[in-house]
Every structure is written in structure tokens, then in C-alpha cells.
């Protein structure tokens, strides 16, 4: 079985500050995992994945997210936070054709 | 290509009313998937096809769903006797033919209201 946690459904950031939304997952096979971006009334749209090889995957719009297999963690990061940033960002993971979403993390960009 | 469709957009309807809605996946994206998305929740696993072969259903998928891709291109998701626990936005994905793990691109979404 699959599982994942997003800790904190909302975080809030200064424009130019560092994003850190924080993802773990449960998985009893190599995992395949994902970050999506979800802007109002509109669908999921793939931000980066990783699948194997390095574990650092560098995605869209300057985002990136480390595999840790120890600490079964996929956090999101991005050095500097724009407004345009603002959204809700999902973490998922998958195997084989099913894909597990997690909860969901608002993010806040302050001006 | 101009990515997943999906339509309506929206649709509000009465309870017991039975509702259909279409997904119209990227051209040769064979795999089609259909999500339930609630307020403040993640994306729920509804169902997969390949080609035209409903592959998997979830548990979440009672008896008054049904879903079907006839001829291997678009899809639509049905709702009989809709309640109102049934209000949520439906999102359909599709991917291509590959690897196990292709990336799913997704529609829209058509958010149900049932009053």
C-alpha cells in the first residue's frame, strides 16, 4: 500500500523568501513520486517527478525536491518565492497506474 | 495538441438527477484516468482505462458510477441518482503509451454541485 503525508496544509512565505512544503510517503516498492501544482479552478499541472537515477530533480518555474529513501521524504523547495507562486501544491506518489495524492499544501505569497 | 478537455465545467443539478459528464484525452494518450477532488483534499483514484479496458475501479466507485471509453478515445463518467455527497470536481488524466509511470496530464475538471 501507498500513502502520502503533506505536513502543514498552509504555509505562508515572504516574496524572495525560501519555500519549503514537506512531503512523506509510504510505499512497499521503489516509489515513484510527484509534485503538482493546482491554481484555482483549474487542473493539476506536473511541476517534476522522480523515478530513479538522481535522486535531486530539478522540475518548473525553479522548483526542485530531493529523494530521501532513509527519511521517505520528496520535500518541494524554492529559493526565492514569487507571487505567482501562490497556489495549492499536491505531492503524490505512484506505481504501476495508480497515483496517491496527498492532502494538498496551500501556499501564501506576502508581499 | 491541445491538451485534456473536459465539459461541462460545471454542473449544478438536483438530488436523484443523474448526471453525465465527457473527458476528451490528448490525442494518442491511451491511458485515461478519472479523479474525485474534494474542498481541501487531494485528488481520490476514481478509475483507469487502457485503451477501451476499464482496468481498475475504486472502491469509491459505487454502484451509481459508471464510467466508460467505448472506443478508446474520449470517456465519460455517469452519476445516477445523485446525492449530495456526490458534489465534488471530477478531473480526468491522461497519459501516453510508455513506461509504467508516464506523466498524467490533467483537464479542468468539472466541479458538481447537487443541491
Known amino acids: 500500500a501507498q500513502s502520502v503525508t503533506q505536513l502543514g496544509s498552509h504555509v505562508s512565505v515572504s516574496e524572495g523568501a525560501l519555500v519549503l512544503l514537506r512531503c512523506n510517503y509510504s510505499s512497499s516498492v521503489p516509489p515513484y513520486l510527484f509534485w503538482y501544482v493546482q491554481y484555482p479552478n483549474q487542473g493539476l499541472q506536473l511541476l517534476l517527478k522522480y523515478t530513479t537515477g538522481a535522486t535531486l530533480v530539478k522540475g518548473i518555474n525553479g522548483f526542485e525536491a530531493e529523494f530521501k529513501k532513509s527519511e521517505t521524504s520528496f520535500h518541494l523547495t524554492k529559493p526565492s518565492a514569487h507571487m505567482s507562486d501562490a497556489a495549492e501544491y499536491f505531492c503524490?506518489?505512484?506505481?504501476?497506474?495508480?497515483?496517491?495524492f496527498g492532502a494538498g499544501t496551500r501556499l501564501f505569497v506576502k508581499a | 495538441d491541445t491538451g485534456v478537455s473536459q465539459d461541462p465545467r460545471h454542473k449544478i443539478t438536483k438530488r436523484g438527477q443523474n448526471v453525465t459528464f465527457r473527458c476528451d484525452p490528448i490525442s494518442e494518450h491511451n491511458r485515461l484516468y478519472w479523479y474525485r477532488q474534494t474542498l481541501g483534499q487531494g485528488p481520490e483514484f476514481l478509475t483507469y482505462?487502457?485503451?477501451?479496458?476499464?482496468?481498475?475501479k475504486s472502491r469509491l466507485l459505487s454502484d451509481r458510477f459508471s464510467a466508460e471509453r467505448p472506443k478508446g478515445s474520449f470517456s465519460t463518467l455517469e452519476i445516477q441518482r445523485t446525492e449530495q455527497g456526490d458534489s465534488a470536481m471530477y478531473l480526468c488524466?491522461?497519459?501516453?503509451?510508455?513506461?509504467?509511470?508516464?506523466?498524467?496530464?490533467f483537464g479542468p475538471g468539472t466541479r458538481l454541485l447537487v443541491l
Open positions: 488524466a491522461s497519459s501516453p503509451p510508455g513506461q509504467e509511470q508516464e506523466t498524467q496530464y
Open positions: 503524490a506518489v505512484g506505481g504501476g497506474f495508480k497515483t496517491i
Open positions: 482505462f487502457q485503451n477501451e479496458a476499464q482496468l481498475e
